[in-house]
């Protein structure tokens, strides 16, 4: 794997936003992940209208586990001509981004209520995308229950193969032993290039950070493993 020094942070602005920090209740690991009802997506959750938002615009950026929404609500509107795609298992934070979405008045973003490793597996063609957002994956502890784990090996290959050429896939986390699992699996399934090194942006105000994870685990004074890698440009 190789090191590098690329990095294209996104200029947080969520004061200007005026969100509030509601992280609070976003569990430190969801025990029992709640099921997709109709498939892959749950009640409510229409995949004709994920077949649109994937065919608008030419950039297309998705984030697996988006949580709250704070990445993707901040990225948005400093890159309009970006469509941004969330995907949250839980139903409850899904809809909560949603809705500030609608309130915002953000017209580049959406969010589903639906489990992101079979959209992506399933719902998401090849060479469609520009950049896969990985922040902060529940752990799993238990050595029982790590298959559980989003990014398995065949997530991290279709994860390669949806991204377009010098597509980007990012990658951070507060767990040592999720990271080094991961780059050794994305060194041994995938051709990406990487990982490539990610600085630590300084923050500037009390929501400034790129997750409410990030969040949390610099407030609380622990270390954030943070990986880039990119896909080979076509020849
Ligand atoms: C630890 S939280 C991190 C949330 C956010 N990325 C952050 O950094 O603040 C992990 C999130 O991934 C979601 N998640 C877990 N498995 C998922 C799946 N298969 N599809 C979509 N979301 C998933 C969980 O519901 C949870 O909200």
């Known amino acids: 794997m190789q090191q590098g020094s690329n990095h ?41 209208l994920l077949r649109e938002w994937l065919a608008k615009g030419k950039t297309l950026e998705i984030e697996i586990g988006s949580g709250k929404g704070l990445f993707l609500l901040n990225a948005s509107p400093m890159h309009p001509h970006t469509t941004y795609l969330g995907f949250e298992l839980a139903a409850k934070y899904a809809w909560e981004a949603q809705t500030k979405v609608e309130r915002l008045g953000l017209s580049n973003v959406h969010f589903f209520a639906c ?80 990982p490539l090194f990610v600085c630590e942006p300084p923050s500037n105000h009390d929501m400034d950070y790129r997750t409410h994870f990030e969040r949390r685990t610099r407030l609380n004074g622990l270390p954030v493993y943070r990986s880039r890698f990119v896909k080979a440009s076509s020849t």
């Open 115 to 194: 489990d992101a490793v079979a959209v992506i597996d399933q719902d998401i063609a090849s060479e469609s995308v520009d950049a896969v957002h990985c922040y902060f994956p529940d752990p799993w502890w238990k050595a029982k229950h790590k298959k559980r784990r989003v990014l398995s090996e065949q997530t991290l290959r279709n994860i390669e193969r949806v991204l377009k050429p010098s597509g980007q896939f990012h990658f951070w986390t507060d767990v040592l032993d999720y990271y080094e699992l991961t780059l050794q699996a994305v060194d041994h399934v995938t051709t990406l290039t990487g």
């Open 8 to 48: 294209e942070p996104y200029n947080f602005n969520f004061a200007a936003l005026q969100l509030n920090n509601d992280d609070e209740d976003l569990n430190d690991e969801v025990v029992d992940l709640p099921q997709p009802t109709r498939g892959r997506f749950f009640r409510d959750e229409d995949p004709q």
